[in-house]
């Protein structure tokens, strides 16, 4: 499995709570916090569901 870096580059005033939710179920906290998860089947539809709100790298 590859890794990917996860980062917030965007705020959360104002989303709705389902994207808030998955910011946090993904173990963002404040704008430019970083996670490196396993990329799978649900991480990578969580990502598309906030899109928006962040950036994604590949890890090697």
């Known amino acids: 499995m590859a890794k990917i870096k ?3 580059i965007r705020g959360l005033m104002g ?3 389902n994207q808030v939710a998955t ?3 993904l173990g963002l906290n404040k704008r ?3 996670v490196i998860r396993e990329q799978s089947e649900a991480i990578d539809g969580m990502i ?3 899109a928006h709100l962040v950036k ?3 890890v090697k």
């Open 48 to 50: 598309k569901t906030i």
């Open 56 to 58: 994604v790298e590949n």
């Open 6 to 8: 996860v980062t917030l």
């Open 32 to 34: 430019n916090s970083s």
């Open 15 to 17: 989303r709705k709570p």
């Open 23 to 25: 910011v946090k179920a």
